[in-house]
């Protein structure tokens, strides 16, 4: 006579909280920065009077604040795919700024021709953190710090430690104009992001870097030349820095020492926050687009509601610990 081994399954109770938290962590891997997104719209149209918050003009106002930071953060995004990281991204914007103004004002060079110069340099600065990288073997915090701290001198030295004013007025109005009423930031952004998401997505050198980023090992296996394609994406990030700087003198009418180093984390936070929409725990240009409007979402939410200078400090730090954790969250599902 033969014995069966009686059957065991878990538990209904146990099976369902299994579900649920599987659920929950899908929820929050792929939908968190929405989630959150929408949780700051609900409680700003509460606690802003008459409805301004959610006034078209307003609206309009959050992307075209968003836009600068967007540019740079597509840039960085780049970087961060590859599997690296640029620490001097705010500070290749804080020369660019600079740079540009110095260009047309202390150099007479046209419009134009100042931005193009200004756009190689920053590019310059990215080919520089990327050989340091990936010839010298250098640590990329360590190398990008290094390089963006030697940026700070060049900025210092160019400018002599004041502000350049008196711009030309065609390039104020780089970001003053707006076309079909729409404020002219906010179609460059559409355009820088549009074209990156092209290259990351439809373009041998975007194949590239995805796979490196996945498994730079591998990419060599297969031909992929490593070095020269985190180069790329450092010099892409480097182009989008100084672009954003040019755009950002011409906001402020000036060029103006350290004006853009606070972007560094707001588009790390971007970024991260990004990768917890809609794919797993991946960075993404339109993640990070969307990260970037969580981020201003929230700031222009906070100063409309009159809160003190030091709560909108707090919820910057408070948002990048947010992206980070969500990020987690989405990496260990998409393992799962």
């Not at 597509?74 to 020369?95: I, K, Q």
């Not at 940026?151 to 004041?162: E, I």
């Not at 240009?285 to 200078?309: E, W, Y």
């Amino acid at each position: 006579m033969t014995t069966s081994a009686p059957l065991t399954t878990e538990p209904a109770p146990a099976a369902a909280k299994t579900a649920w938290k599987r659920i929950i962590l899908l929820g929050v891997s792929k939908y968190g920065t929405l989630i959150a997104m929408g949780i700051l719209i609900v409680v700003f149209s509460l606690g802003v009077p008459n409805g301004a918050f959610l006034s078209p003009s307003n609206l309009l106002n959050i992307v075209n604040q968003s836009a600068l930071t967007a540019i740079i953060a597509s840039g960085l995004t780049l970087v961060l795919v590859v599997g690296e990281f640029d620490l001097s991204v705010g500070y290749a914007a804080s020369l660019a700024g600079v740079l540009v103004t110095g260009l047309m004002v202390n150099q007479g060079l046209a419009i134009p021709v100042a931005i193009l110069v200004t756009v190689l340099v920053g590019s310059a600065a990215g080919a520089a953190n990327g050989f340091l990288v990936t010839k010298a073997k250098v640590n990329a915090v360590v190398a990008t710090l290094g390089i963006g701290t030697m940026l700070v001198g060049l900025t210092f030295g160019y400018s002599a430690g004041s502000p350049i004013v008196l711009l030309p007025a065609g390039f104020v109005q780089l970001t003053l104009g707006r076309f079909l009423g729409i404020q002219n930031p906010i179609w460059i952004m559409a355009v820088v992001l549009i074209v990156l998401w092209v290259l990351l997505n439809r373009t041998p050198l975007g194949q590239r870097i995805q796979a490196v980023g996945a498994n730079a090992e591998a990419a060599k296996l297969v031909g992929i030349r490593v070095d020269r394609t985190k180069i790329a994406a450092f010099v892409i990030a480097g182009a989008c820095a100084a672009l954003t700087g040019v755009l950002l003198a011409s906001v402020l009418g000036s060029g103006t020492i350290s004006a853009a180093d606070g972007y560094l984390m707001d588009s790390f936070a971007a970024i991260f926050l990004g990768s917890a929409t809609l794919r797993n725990g991946e960075f993404h240009i339109l993640g990070t687009l969307i990260g970037v409007l969580v981020v201003n979402v929230g700031f222009n939410g906070l100063s409309m509601m009159g809160t003190a200078t030091f709560w909108q400090y707090i919820f910057k730090g408070g948002i990048l610990v947010l992206a980070v954790a969500l990020s987690t969250i989405a990496r260990r599902y998409a393992r799962a």
